[in-house]
């Protein structure tokens, strides 16, 4: 990784943590994060499926599911193809609060991007849009 991209992810990592905390969110792990948005963007998943996902062991991913199915956020569902395996998915109060947290960081992104000249701004676009499919072909 070069030393931009790593900057890069350092000031998004720095912004994320500058956003309002979510009063109605409870307090989540960064497991119980990634979970929750695997669930949010791919699911319903089986757990092992998860686990890869958000790169942990099942046993992490399990716990995570634990907290996220207490909080509200997930539910687990029966999976139609293996009656013993269960799916994890996103409830609609899970759905909100991804959409919302995702919502608050494009907005705080588009303050950066204002600095950026129209021009410059429109080339940053195609080449997130190059970039983006590239690692949706991988």
């Known amino acids: 990784m070069t030393a931009h991209a790593r900057r890069l992810l350092g000031e998004i990592e720095a912004l994320v943590r500058q956003l309002p905390a979510n009063d109605d969110a409870p307090p989540a792990t960064m497991s119980q994060k990634l979970a929750l948005t695997a669930i949010a963007d791919a ?3 089986r757990l092992g499926a998860l686990a890869d996902r958000i790169a942990t062991t099942d046993a992490t991913a399990s716990r995570a599911v634990d907290a996220l199915v207490g909080a509200g956020l997930a539910d687990r ?3 139609v193809d293996d009656r013993r395996a269960v799916r994890i998915a996103v409830t609609p109060q899970g759905r909100r609060l991804v959409d919302r947290r995702r919502a608050e960081i494009a907005k705080a992104l588009e303050r950066g991007l204002r ?9 940053l676009v195609a080449l997130l849009e190059q970039l983006n499919a590239g690692l949706r072909a991988r």
Not at 115 to 123: F, G, I, N, Q, T
């Open 115 to 123: 600095e950026v000249p129209a021009a410059e701004r429109d080339r």
């Open 77 to 79: 569902l029966e999976d």
């Open 43 to 45: 699911g319903p998943l």
